[in-house]
C-alpha cells in the first residue's frame, strides 16, 4: 500500500473538506439510499427531475450504484439527523477519491514505471480530482471502481477486474467508456471474456432495477428527462472544450499538453468516447458541477502521460501551478451555489447560456476573483468560523507536508 500517496492526497482533501451534499442530483442519490430505511417510497426521492414509472411519480434517473455506495450515510442520517448523513456522505467521496488516486498511481507505475510523488500530486489536482473529491457526485466513485478494474485486468486478474467495471457501470452506465484501459497485450480476448462473466450479474441488477421502476429492462428513465435528449446540434462538443463556463481547456489546463503526449490509444480513446457520447446531449454541461463534469472520469487516463519526469518542460510547470491556484480558489468557495446564482439550471434558459459561454458569467472567473476567502466552505468555517477554517487547513497543510517530508526528517 502506497501510504505516501495516501497521507499526501488525504491531506489535500482534508484543506478543502466542506462537508455537504452540494447539488440536487447528489441530494435524490442519498434519499434514494435514505428510502431503503422506509423515510419514502422504494427508490424515490424529494429532489432532482422526476420521472413516472410502474409505482410512483418520484423516480430519478439514475442508476443505482450510488445509492448503493451511499447506504450507510443514509443510515447515519437517519439516526442522528441530516446534517451528519451530508458529512458521511461528502467523507464517503474523499475515501473514493483517495481510492481513484492510488488505482491511478498503479497503472501509471505500470505503464510508465516509478512516478516521481509531486509531480503526480501535481497532475491529479490538474484533472479536477480534487474538486471532485470534494463534491460527493457519483463520477468519482465510478471512475475509481473502473480504473481498479483496469489495474487488475493489467496485472491478469481478469474476472475481479470484470466485478470492478460492473460495479462501475451499476454506479455509472457511462464508465464504459474507460473500457480501452482493459485492453492487455497477451491472451486479450480470453481476458475479456472473464471480465464480462464478472461484470454480468451488475449488468442484470441493473436491468432488474429499471424493470422495477419502469417496467421495462431497457428504460432507465433518461427518455423521459430532456436534459439527455440526443441533440445533435447541441453544440456540446465546443462547449466541452472552449466554452468559457464548462469548457475543459479553462478549468483543467494540462490538458493543452496531454492532448499532444497520450500517444497509446488506450489513453486517448476514453476521452474521444466521452466527448462525442457526452457532447451530443442536450444538456452536456452536467448541470452545475465544477467544470465539465462528464469528461472528469477520463481525465486521469488522458493525464496519465504527464506523470512521467520531464514532460512538458517549463510549460508544465506554469500549467500545473495555474491549475493548482484553480483548484485551491474553488476548494474554498461554495461553486455550485455560485453557479446557481449566476443563472438558471435549465440549459434553455437565457442566464443558463449566459453562463456556459459568457465570460462574464463563468463560475471560474468569478471563483478565481471573488474565492471565498471570509467565508470559506469548509467544515471547519460552518463548525467554528475563521478560526475552524485555519485550523482545519493547517491540519491538511501538516499530513501533506509529513507526506512529503516525512521520511527526511527521519533520516535527519
Known amino acids: 500500500m502506497d501510504l505516501r500517496t495516501i497521507l499526501a492526497w488525504s491531506g489535500l482533501l482534508v484543506m478543502v473538506?466542506?462537508?455537504r451534499l452540494m447539488t440536487t442530483d447528489v441530494a435524490a442519490q442519498y434519499q434514494v439510499a435514505e428510502s431503503v430505511y422506509g423515510v419514502r417510497d422504494l427508490f424515490t426521492s424529494n429532489d432532482g427531475w422526476h420521472v413516472s414509472g410502474v409505482r410512483s411519480d418520484n423516480y430519478v434517473p439514475h442508476a443505482p450504484g450510488y445509492s448503493i455506495i451511499l447506504l450507510p450515510s443514509a443510515g447515519i442520517g437517519v439516526l442522528l439527523g441530516l446534517a451528519a448523513g451530508k458529512v458521511a456522505a461528502a467523507l464517503t467521496s474523499a475515501f473514493a477519491s483517495v481510492l481513484l488516486v492510488l488505482a491511478v498511481k498503479k497503472l501509471a507505475e505500470g505503464f510508465m514505471g516509478r512516478i516521481d510523488l509531486v509531480r503526480f500530486l501535481l497532475v491529479m489536482t490538474g484533472t479536477m480530482?480534487?474538486?471532485y473529491g470534494r463534491m460527493p457526485y457519483d463520477v468519482t466513485s465510478a471512475a475509481a471502481l473502473a480504473l481498479w478494474g483496469a489495474w487488475l485486468m493489467q496485472t491478469d486478474r481478469a474476472f475481479i477486474a470484470g466485478i470492478l467495471l460492473g460495479a462501475a457501470l451499476l454506479v455509472r452506465p457511462d464508465s464504459i467508456v474507460l473500457l480501452p484501459m482493459y485492453w492487455t497485450e497477451k491472451r486479450n480476448l480470453e481476458k475479456l471474456a472473464l471480465a464480462a462473466a464478472g461484470a454480468f450479474p451488475f449488468v442484470l441488477g441493473i436491468l432488474g432495477y429499471n424493470f422495477y421502476r419502469f417496467g421495462a429492462i431497457l428504460s432507465d428513465g433518461h427518455a423521459q428527462d430532456p436534459a439527455i435528449a440526443v441533440d445533435m446540434?447541441?453544440?456540446?462538443?465546443?462547449g466541452l472544450l472552449f466554452s468559457p463556463g464548462k469548457g475543459l481547456f479553462w478549468y483543467a489546463p494540462l490538458t493543452i499538453l496531454a492532448i499532444f503526449h497520450c500517444g497509446d490509444w488506450r489513453f486517448w480513446s476514453p476521452f474521444a468516447f466521452s466527448l462525442?457520447?457526452?457532447?451530443?446531449?442536450?444538456d452536456w454541461t452536467g448541470g452545475t458541477g465544477w467544470g465539465p463534469r462528464f469528461l472528469f472520469m477520463v481525465?486521469?487516463?488522458?493525464f496519465m502521460p504527464l506523470m512521467r519526469p520531464g514532460t512538458g518542460g517549463k510549460i508544465f510547470k506554469i500549467l500545473a501551478v495555474t491549475s493548482l491556484l484553480i483548484t485551491l480558489a474553488a476548494g474554498i468557495t461554495d461553486s455550485n451555489a455560485l453557479e446557481q446564482r449566476l443563472g438558471a439550471d435549465d440549459i434553455d434558459s437565457q442566464s443558463r447560456q449566459t453562463v456556459v459561454?459568457?465570460?462574464g458569467g463563468s463560475p471560474l472567473l468569478h471563483t478565481l476573483l471573488h474565492p471565498d476567502i471570509t467565508h470559506p466552505d469548509l467544515l471547519g468555517y460552518h463548525v467554528a468560523g475563521i478560526p475552524g477554517a485555519a485550523l482545519q487547513f493547517l491540519a491538511g497543510a501538516a499530513l501533506l507536508l509529513y507526506a512529503l517530508r516525512g521520511k527526511r526528517w527521519k533520516r535527519a
Open 17 to 19: 473538506f466542506g462537508g
Open 129 to 131: 480530482a480534487l474538486m
Open 233 to 238: 446540434f447541441s453544440r456540446g462538443i465546443p
Open 276 to 282: 462525442v457520447l457526452h457532447g451530443f446531449f442536450h
Open 299 to 302: 481525465l486521469p487516463v488522458l
Open 357 to 359: 459561454w459568457s465570460p
